[in-house]
T-cell receptor, first 112, second 115 residues
């Protein structure tokens, strides 16, 4: 099925551990994005990518790493998880940076 | 830089009443504007979009929004609220002509429908 898929949907990890959130889209969209959603803050951009092998920092990139070796995949890695990274993470894709973005179902991450 | 302000983090209306969710934006270039809806434990779903065609935009589920350049507003309305409209609503702006960093989102408005 066409769309954008995130995995896992739910994850509990311990402080200091590395964790990777996966994102896969089937539209061949050039642009992909990672957001985190927190109460009172709305959606905040972590990283974005305009094409394979091109990534850039968003509003809140500290503590996160991304890669994009293939157009369809855009994994987000927390190198050493902290409690402040407990959040709901959304991946999105779009044809351009200004047009509508299509969102995955989200990953709820809890760092204990 | 562009920004979005949604007035009211929570809006409560009675079932059958008018829904009005307010959104004001700032943008240095003509914007693209969007409304998204988020149901519990789900991702964001596009309700409607404005991309410089008609200023009154109709979306899914009976929602519509009007682009008013003079007021820099893009308020979302629905004539008659239904219980199923209870959700979080986000207004977003994109820069026409580019902007690799995607859309800028407001903080969201939680719509509560009273029976």
């Amino acid at each position: 099925d066409a769309g954008i898929t995130q995995s896992p949907r739910y994850k509990i990890t311990e402080t200091g551990r590395q964790v990777t959130l996966m994102c896969h889209q089937t539209w061949s969209h050039s642009y992909m994005f990672w957001y985190r959603q927190d109460l009172g803050h709305g959606l905040r951009l972590i990283y974005y990518s305009a094409a394979a092998d091109i990534t850039d920092k968003g509003e809140v990139p500290d503590g996160y790493v991304v890669s994009r070796s293939k157009t369809e995949n855009f994994p987000l890695t927390l190198e050493s998880a902290t409690r402040s990274q407990t959040s709901v993470y959304f991946c999105a894709s779009s044809e351009s940076g200004a047009t509508e973005a299509f969102f995955g179902q989200g990953t709820r991450l809890t760092v204990v | 830089a562009q920004s979005v302000t949604q007035l009211g983090s929570h809006v409560s209306v009675s079932e059958g009443a008018l829904v009005l969710l307010r959104c004001n934006y700032s943008s240095s270039v003509p914007p693209y504007l969007f409304w998204y809806v988020q149901y519990p434990n789900q991702g964001l779903q596009l309700l409607l979009k404005y991309t410089s065609a008609a200023t009154l935009v109709k979306g899914i589920n009976g929602f519509e929004a009007e682009f008013k350049k003079s007021e820099t507003s893009f308020h979302l309305t629905k004539p008659s609220a239904h219980m199923s409209d209870a959700a979080e609503y986000f207004c977003a702006v994109g820069r026409a002509g580019g902007g690799a960093d995607g859309l800028t989102f407001g903080k969201g408005t939680h719509l509560i429908i009273q029976p």
